[in-house]
Protein backbone atom coordinates (compact mmCIF):
# COMPACT_ATOMS: atom_id res chain seq x y z
CA UNK A 1 0.00 0.00 0.00
CA UNK A 2 3.01 2.72 0.85
CA UNK A 3 4.27 1.98 -2.59
CA UNK A 4 1.01 3.45 -4.21
CA UNK A 5 1.15 6.62 -2.19
CA UNK A 6 2.50 9.50 -4.25
CA UNK A 7 1.29 13.23 -4.15
CA UNK A 8 -1.78 12.83 -5.88
CA UNK A 9 -3.13 10.73 -2.67
CA UNK A 10 -5.32 12.22 -0.54
CA UNK A 11 -6.70 9.72 1.11
CA UNK A 12 -7.11 5.84 1.37
CA UNK A 13 -10.43 4.27 1.38
CA UNK A 14 -11.15 1.22 3.51
CA UNK A 15 -14.41 -0.72 2.69
CA UNK A 16 -14.92 -3.43 5.91
CA UNK A 17 -16.51 -5.32 5.42
CA UNK A 18 -16.40 -5.53 1.59
CA UNK A 19 -18.78 -5.83 -0.85
CA UNK A 20 -17.80 -7.67 -3.48
CA UNK A 21 -15.37 -9.94 -1.63
CA UNK A 22 -17.40 -10.72 1.60
CA UNK A 23 -13.83 -9.86 3.65
CA UNK A 24 -13.63 -8.43 6.76
CA UNK A 25 -9.88 -7.01 8.22
CA UNK A 26 -8.39 -8.12 11.35
CA UNK A 27 -7.88 -5.70 13.94
CA UNK A 28 -4.14 -6.07 13.29
CA UNK A 29 -4.48 -5.26 9.29
CA UNK A 30 -6.51 -2.41 10.41
CA UNK A 31 -3.71 -1.01 12.28
CA UNK A 32 -1.27 -1.45 9.81
CA UNK A 33 -3.58 0.80 7.10
CA UNK A 34 -3.48 3.21 9.73
CA UNK A 35 0.08 3.03 11.01
CA UNK A 36 0.66 3.87 6.72
CA UNK A 37 -1.34 6.51 7.21
CA UNK A 38 -0.15 8.07 10.01
CA UNK A 39 3.75 7.65 8.68
CA UNK A 40 2.80 9.16 4.83
CA UNK A 41 -0.16 11.89 6.66
CA UNK A 42 -3.16 10.97 4.67
CA UNK A 43 -6.74 10.47 6.44
CA UNK A 44 -8.76 7.14 6.18
CA UNK A 45 -12.22 7.15 4.85
CA UNK A 46 -13.76 3.89 6.08
CA UNK A 47 -17.05 2.77 4.47
CA UNK A 48 -18.75 0.27 7.26
CA UNK A 49 -22.23 0.12 5.53
CA UNK A 50 -22.17 -3.63 6.50
CA UNK A 51 -20.92 -3.01 10.09
CA UNK A 52 -20.93 -5.75 12.17
CA UNK A 53 -22.61 -7.89 8.81
CA UNK A 54 -20.39 -10.34 10.11
CA UNK A 55 -20.35 -14.20 10.51
CA UNK A 56 -17.65 -17.15 11.70
CA UNK A 57 -14.42 -15.99 13.58
CA UNK A 58 -13.68 -12.97 12.54
CA UNK A 59 -15.43 -10.18 14.53
CA UNK A 60 -15.87 -6.82 12.98
CA UNK A 61 -13.63 -3.69 14.18
CA UNK A 62 -14.57 -0.22 13.17
CA UNK A 63 -11.35 2.38 11.68
CA UNK A 64 -12.84 5.22 14.62
CA UNK A 65 -12.44 2.73 17.53
CA UNK A 66 -8.44 2.23 16.66
CA UNK A 67 -7.13 5.86 15.29
CA UNK A 68 -5.43 7.48 18.06
CA UNK A 69 -3.55 10.01 15.27
CA UNK A 70 -5.13 9.52 11.96
CA UNK A 71 -8.35 11.61 11.35
CA UNK A 72 -10.73 8.94 9.94
CA UNK A 73 -14.22 9.89 8.09
CA UNK A 74 -16.62 6.87 8.81
CA UNK A 75 -19.35 5.87 6.68
CA UNK A 76 -22.68 4.15 7.85
CA UNK A 77 -26.21 3.63 7.40
CA UNK A 78 -29.02 1.50 8.22
CA UNK A 79 -29.55 -0.43 4.37
CA UNK A 80 -27.32 -3.39 5.03
CA UNK A 81 -27.21 -4.64 8.90
CA UNK A 82 -31.26 -3.31 9.58
CA UNK A 83 -32.15 -4.68 6.16
CA UNK A 84 -33.72 -1.42 5.15
CA UNK A 85 -32.16 -1.27 1.48
CA UNK A 86 -34.31 0.62 -0.45
CA UNK A 87 -34.76 3.50 2.49
CA UNK A 88 -30.77 4.62 2.09
CA UNK A 89 -30.63 6.59 4.91
CA UNK A 90 -26.55 7.18 6.64
CA UNK A 91 -23.78 9.56 8.12
CA UNK A 92 -20.46 10.54 8.14
CA UNK A 93 -18.88 10.07 11.70
CA UNK A 94 -15.55 12.37 12.08
CA UNK A 95 -12.96 11.06 14.26
CA UNK A 96 -10.31 14.00 14.41
CA UNK A 97 -8.59 13.99 18.04
CA UNK A 98 -6.11 16.49 16.51
CA UNK A 99 -8.10 18.61 14.83
CA UNK A 100 -6.36 17.70 11.64
CA UNK A 101 -9.14 18.24 9.26
CA UNK A 102 -9.63 21.73 10.27
CA UNK A 103 -12.98 23.59 9.76
CA UNK A 104 -13.18 22.78 5.90
CA UNK A 105 -14.05 19.29 5.69
CA UNK A 106 -16.77 19.82 8.53
CA UNK A 107 -18.43 22.83 6.70
CA UNK A 108 -17.94 20.83 3.07
CA UNK A 109 -19.90 18.17 5.03
CA UNK A 110 -22.48 20.52 6.47
CA UNK A 111 -23.43 21.85 3.01
CA UNK A 112 -23.85 18.19 1.59
CA UNK A 113 -26.39 17.55 4.53
CA UNK A 114 -28.52 20.47 3.75
CA UNK A 115 -28.81 19.68 0.26
CA UNK A 116 -32.15 19.17 -1.13
CA UNK A 117 -31.57 15.49 -2.12
CA UNK A 118 -32.04 13.93 1.22
CA UNK A 119 -33.71 10.76 3.16
CA UNK A 120 -37.48 12.07 4.17
CA UNK A 121 -38.94 13.55 6.88
CA UNK A 122 -40.12 10.24 8.15
CA UNK A 123 -37.39 7.98 7.82
CA UNK A 124 -35.16 10.57 9.81
CA UNK A 125 -38.00 10.46 12.23
CA UNK A 126 -37.64 6.41 12.53
CA UNK A 127 -33.88 6.11 12.85
CA UNK A 128 -33.76 6.77 16.74
CA UNK A 129 -36.12 3.81 17.23
CA UNK A 130 -34.59 1.73 14.54
CA UNK A 131 -31.32 2.34 16.02
CA UNK A 132 -32.27 1.58 19.85
CA UNK A 133 -35.25 -1.01 19.79
CA UNK A 134 -33.90 -3.36 17.43
CA UNK A 135 -33.15 -6.37 19.48
CA UNK A 136 -30.06 -9.21 19.45
CA UNK A 137 -32.34 -11.76 18.03
CA UNK A 138 -32.50 -9.85 15.27
CA UNK A 139 -29.38 -9.46 13.81
CA UNK A 140 -29.04 -12.97 15.46
CA UNK A 141 -31.36 -14.78 12.83
CA UNK A 142 -30.15 -12.64 9.81
CA UNK A 143 -26.39 -13.38 10.22
CA UNK A 144 -27.18 -17.14 10.91
CA UNK A 145 -29.28 -17.26 7.50
CA UNK A 146 -26.12 -15.45 6.31
CA UNK A 147 -23.55 -17.96 7.23
CA UNK A 148 -25.87 -20.62 6.61
CA UNK A 149 -25.96 -19.84 2.89
CA UNK A 150 -22.25 -18.77 2.67
CA UNK A 151 -21.61 -22.89 3.86
CA UNK A 152 -23.87 -23.80 1.38
CA UNK A 153 -22.26 -21.96 -1.43
CA UNK A 154 -18.51 -22.83 -0.48
CA UNK A 155 -19.15 -26.60 -0.03
CA UNK A 156 -21.51 -27.05 -3.02
CA UNK A 157 -19.51 -24.55 -5.36
CA UNK A 158 -15.91 -25.77 -4.21
CA UNK A 159 -16.69 -29.24 -6.16
CA UNK A 160 -16.84 -28.37 -9.24
CA UNK A 161 -13.74 -28.01 -11.08
CA UNK A 162 -14.05 -25.55 -13.01
CA UNK A 163 -15.00 -23.03 -9.92
CA UNK A 164 -13.23 -21.57 -6.97
CA UNK A 165 -15.48 -19.86 -4.29
CA UNK A 166 -13.72 -17.80 -1.62
CA UNK A 167 -14.95 -17.81 1.67
CA UNK A 168 -17.01 -15.36 3.11
CA UNK A 169 -16.99 -13.97 6.26
CA UNK A 170 -19.84 -11.08 5.93
CA UNK A 171 -21.23 -8.68 3.77
CA UNK A 172 -24.10 -10.76 2.69
CA UNK A 173 -21.65 -11.44 -0.77
CA UNK A 174 -19.16 -14.44 -1.86
CA UNK A 175 -17.14 -13.99 -4.96
CA UNK A 176 -16.56 -16.86 -7.23
CA UNK A 177 -13.23 -17.75 -9.38
CA UNK A 178 -14.19 -19.25 -12.49
CA UNK A 179 -11.76 -21.27 -14.35
CA UNK A 180 -13.04 -19.94 -18.08
CA UNK A 181 -10.08 -22.27 -19.75
CA UNK A 182 -11.75 -25.41 -18.92
CA UNK A 183 -15.01 -24.17 -20.13
CA UNK A 184 -16.23 -24.34 -23.91
CA UNK A 185 -17.21 -20.86 -25.31
CA UNK A 186 -17.02 -18.97 -22.03
CA UNK A 187 -14.20 -16.14 -22.53
CA UNK A 188 -15.16 -14.28 -18.84
CA UNK A 189 -17.01 -13.68 -16.01
CA UNK A 190 -19.30 -11.58 -18.52
CA UNK A 191 -20.17 -14.24 -21.01
CA UNK A 192 -20.28 -17.02 -17.63
CA UNK A 193 -23.03 -14.94 -16.45
CA UNK A 194 -25.31 -14.39 -19.59
CA UNK A 195 -25.13 -17.63 -20.46
CA UNK A 196 -25.76 -18.83 -16.76
CA UNK A 197 -28.53 -16.62 -16.66
CA UNK A 198 -30.24 -17.83 -19.91
CA UNK A 199 -29.30 -21.87 -19.88
CA UNK A 200 -30.23 -22.03 -15.99
CA UNK A 201 -32.02 -19.13 -14.85
CA UNK A 202 -29.41 -18.18 -11.95
CA UNK A 203 -28.67 -14.32 -11.60
CA UNK A 204 -25.06 -13.73 -10.64
CA UNK A 205 -23.04 -10.13 -11.36
CA UNK A 206 -20.05 -10.57 -13.03
CA UNK A 207 -17.56 -9.02 -10.72
CA UNK A 208 -15.67 -7.28 -14.45
CA UNK A 209 -18.09 -4.11 -12.60
CA UNK A 210 -15.78 -4.18 -9.93
CA UNK A 211 -12.54 -4.43 -11.77
CA UNK A 212 -11.87 -8.28 -10.82
CA UNK A 213 -12.34 -10.02 -13.67
CA UNK A 214 -13.15 -13.96 -13.53
CA UNK A 215 -15.38 -13.87 -10.83
CA UNK A 216 -18.77 -13.70 -9.76
CA UNK A 217 -20.54 -12.24 -7.03
CA UNK A 218 -23.61 -14.00 -5.34
CA UNK A 219 -25.82 -13.07 -2.57
CA UNK A 220 -26.30 -14.96 1.00
CA UNK A 221 -29.58 -13.61 2.12
CA UNK A 222 -31.55 -15.77 -0.24
CA UNK A 223 -33.80 -19.20 1.20
CA UNK A 224 -32.13 -22.16 1.75
CA UNK A 225 -33.82 -24.03 -0.81
CA UNK A 226 -32.99 -21.46 -3.48
CA UNK A 227 -29.55 -21.74 -2.76
CA UNK A 228 -29.82 -25.41 -3.15
CA UNK A 229 -31.29 -25.48 -6.39
CA UNK A 230 -28.78 -22.52 -7.62
CA UNK A 231 -25.84 -24.82 -6.53
CA UNK A 232 -27.50 -27.66 -8.66
CA UNK A 233 -27.96 -25.65 -11.66
CA UNK A 234 -24.68 -24.30 -11.51
CA UNK A 235 -23.05 -27.57 -11.46
CA UNK A 236 -25.31 -28.85 -14.52
CA UNK A 237 -23.85 -25.20 -16.29
CA UNK A 238 -20.51 -26.28 -15.40
CA UNK A 239 -20.93 -29.70 -16.92
CA UNK A 240 -22.90 -28.32 -19.80
CA UNK A 241 -19.44 -26.52 -20.87
CA UNK A 242 -17.13 -28.62 -19.60
CA UNK A 243 -14.36 -29.00 -21.80
CA UNK A 244 -12.95 -32.66 -21.36
CA UNK A 245 -16.67 -33.38 -21.65
CA UNK A 246 -17.47 -31.85 -24.55
CA UNK A 247 -14.24 -33.12 -26.07
CA UNK A 248 -14.85 -37.04 -25.25
CA UNK A 249 -18.47 -36.44 -26.03
CA UNK A 250 -17.06 -35.42 -29.64
CA UNK A 251 -14.32 -38.22 -29.89
CA UNK A 252 -16.82 -41.04 -28.39
CA UNK A 253 -19.33 -39.79 -30.84
CA UNK A 254 -17.15 -40.52 -34.09
CA UNK A 255 -17.80 -36.78 -35.20
Request: charged share 20%; hydrophobic share 40%; glycine share 6%.
Amino acid sequence: MASLIDDRTRLIVVINPSNPCGSVYTKEQLEAILDVAERYQVPVLSDEVYAHVTFGERPFYSMGSLTKNVPVLTVGGIAKRFLVPGWRLGWVVIHDRNQSFGEEIRAGLRRLSQRVLGPCSPLQAALPTILSECKPQFFESSLALMKNISDIFYDNLSCIPELYPVKSYGAMYMLIGIKVEKLYGIENDVEFTQLLMSEQSVFCLPAKCFQYPNFIRVVLTCPEEIAREACVRIAQFCKDHRKSALTNGHVNGGH
